[in-house]
């Protein structure tokens, strides 16, 4: 008897396949009075800058505390410039990229984060002073950051493209100001 109940109920499951199952899904799939929705309406208007598989980060303290991490700036160019307190040809160079960071922070959203490596807090604070440097002066100490793009030498910049590549290093003497300039607008602007 109770394989007869099963055959009795086993003849329904097409019916209930029809009436629960594929009618419902045939008003779902087509409605003619529906707007199809086209690749456009579905963008974001505001799309978010490029990460590269390539992109490099970094996070380090200024000279308050505030933590600064590399990846903040994507979407921008930035200029990372590694120098020390008692190297004389970054005493040179600091000017300069200062001069070209009020340049293009507002018409290229030029970003310059100056690292100090082996020098003390209150040597980089007396740097920055004495140079007027406005951009944010991070410490780099024990050259963790510094090692990751150079073996040795400063000054050093490194240039990172808006998708957060590097694009350009270099630490083999001071750079004029104008030689600065022509990289920044060859390899990131």
């Given at each position: 008897m109770n394989n007869g109940k099963q055959d009795q109920l086993l003849k329904y499951i097409p019916l209930f396949l029809l009436i629960f199952i594929l009618i419902p899904g045939c008003f779902l799939a087509s409605n003619p009075d529906q707007p199809i929705p086209t690749p456009e309406s579905s963008v974001d208007p505001s799309p978010t800058p490029y990460v590269s598989p390539n992109a490099i980060d970094f996070t380090l303290f200024d000279l308050d505390?505030?933590?600064?991490?590399?990846?903040?700036?994507?979407?921008?160019?930035?200029?990372?410039?590694f120098f020390g307190y008692l190297c004389p040809h970054c005493r040179n160079e600091m000017p300069r990229i200062q001069n070209l960071y009020n340049k293009y922070k507002e018409s290229q959203n030029l970003v310059v984060l100056g690292v100090g490596v082996s020098s003390s807090i209150a040597q980089l604070r007396e740097f920055q002073s004495q140079y007027g440097l406005t951009f944010p002066i991070l410490d780099d100490f024990s050259r963790n950051v510094y090692h990751r793009f150079f073996s040795m030498g400063i000054p050093a910049i490194v240039l990172i493209n808006k998708s957060g590549e590097v694009a350009y290093s270099y630490n083999q003497s001071e750079l004029s100001e104008t030689d600065i300039e022509n990289l920044l607008n060859s390899y990131i602007f």
């Open positions: 505390g505030n933590v600064y991490s590399l990846n903040e700036y994507r979407g921008k160019p930035v200029l990372v410039a």
